[in-house]
């Protein structure tokens, strides 16, 4: 009889370690979006976000692995307290000499001994300052000579390339009859209507996984992916003429002095 006990004692031990082993301090990587598409000289944004697990905190170091020299992330590091997801803006930035092409990259999170890493596929763009591919000199490449395209004759007032789509706004400001017009294409050279109806739009900007559109009487629309749009509360009726994204925020303008931060 003692030694049944003594047996059951010990499967007792055994099973309470194993329990104790399983939630080992440990997190899990995400990215969002999972693809970038950055112009030489530009930077783009990802939302990264690490769960901790079994009680994980500590400092979490953050490096690219597989990128091309010209290619760099910040920040390169970030701090998890308590048992909340921590979600952090990362920026790549893309230098001018970068040769243009896709790159399959993984963004590399450790702490101590635990290594996650998550895909990252990035899209060098040429930059739009000029100087294509086989000549730098005046009259020659990206910038320096234009094509007259239609914009099925809307007026347009501001326009953005993210993620493989131009993205364009405007529209008329009849008081009666007001019109919004959002025009995407995947080239520049060919357009379709996405949007019509209600305020006027001034300007659009991308980041961290969204276009966000301003304009009219407090208007401002998000989408993820230039097609489908949400109307977003702004607390203001003033005009906005225009928004722009940096350092995790969009900033928006507009009438009367008006700033409008998102975050």
């Not at 010209?70 to 990362?90: D, H």
């Not at 930035?93 to 990252?120: E, H, I, P």
Request: net charge positive; proline share 5%.
């Amino acid at each position: 009889m003692e030694d049944f006990y003594d047996s059951l004692l010990l499967v007792t031990l055994l099973l309470t370690l194993a329990a104790h082993g399983s939630s080992s301090p440990n997190f899990t990587l995400s990215l969002n979006p999972t693809s970038l598409t950055v112009q030489q000289g530009s930077s783009g944004t990802t939302q990264l976000t690490i769960t901790p697990q079994g009680g994980f905190t500590g400092t979490v170091s953050l490096s690219l692995v597989g990128a091309p020299s010209g290619v760099t992330l910040s920040p390169t590091s970030l701090n998890v307290r308590g048992t909340r997801p921590v979600t952090q803006s990362l920026t790549v930035r893309v230098a001018g000499g970068v040769a243009t092409g896709t790159y399959n990259l993984q963004v590399r999170a450790t702490s101590g001994r635990l290594t996650k890493t998550a895909n990252l596929r990035l899209t060098v763009s040429a930059s739009g300052g000029g100087g294509g591919a086989g000549g730098g000199g005046s009259g020659s490449g990206a910038g320096t000579t234009w094509t007259s395209r239609t914009s099925q004759g809307y007026p347009l007032s501001g326009v953005v390339y993210a993620n493989g789509l131009f993205v364009a706004v405007g529209g008329y400001s009849d008081p009666w009859s007001p019109a919004r017009v959002i025009l995407t294409s995947p080239d520049g050279a060919s357009w379709t209507q996405r949007t019509s109806g209600g305020n006027v739009l001034f300007g659009v900007a991308y980041g961290n996984g969204l276009f966000v559109a301003v304009g009219a009487k407090g208007t401002i629309l998000t989408s993820p992916d230039g097609v489908n749009w949400t109307a977003r509360t702004a607390g203001t009726s003033n005009d906005l003429s225009e928004v722009v994204y940096g350092n995790g925020t969009f900033v928006a303008v507009g009438g009367g002095g008006t700033i409008l931060t998102s975050p």
